[in-house]
């Protein structure tokens, strides 16, 4: 898990913690679906942990309690993300596969998309991307441009080789 990642998780908890009691916890948890996942509910079961610890047993509980309901919500959807969250993910990337194909960025940006977002690439990813590719290349402006577009595409896929430029 890495340090983003980690951090986005600690915020989330600080802020159900914190939620007043009037507050719908619901609506903390629907804006930030695309932190609920396996790392999220097991971050939770250690807060709970030093909590208890700190001789917060309620604060504890409750959070162990809501890390159960999710757990439960997990377990009954398929996949948390949302088709944005995916698309978004798409379209960072091909800016940077852009960037590193008009040698203005090294491959090392379009790795570090991938590790930020590693929760997000699954299989479901695979089955956008062809709606996201065909969409893109359908209603894209510039005719002249697609052939650009589909070797940014398959180079996501590929990542096989460097223009020659970017080899100095």
Known sequence: MNEQRLKAYRQLIQQLLECPA???????????QHLIDA????????????MTEAGS?????????????????????PNPVSKESYIT??????RAELE?????ANENIVYKILDNNQQII???????????ASDLINNYPYPEDIDTIVALIENLGTNS??????LQ
């Open 161 to 166: 080789k460097q223009p020659s430029c970017c």
């Open 89 to 94: 993910l798409l379209k960072q990337l091909l």
């Open 22 to 32: 009037g507050q719908e916890l619901e609506d903390i948890l629907q804006n930030h």
């Open 122 to 132: 699954d299989e479901n990813l695979s089955h956008i991307l062809p709606q996201y």
């Open 57 to 77: 047993e309620n604060n504890a509980r409750w959070l162990l309690n809501i890390a159960k309901q999710l757990t439960q919500r997990l377990n009954q959807w």
């Open 39 to 50: 790392g999220l509910i097991a971050v939770m079961q250690q807060y709970a942990q030093y």
């Open 100 to 104: 590193f194909y008009t040698c203005e």
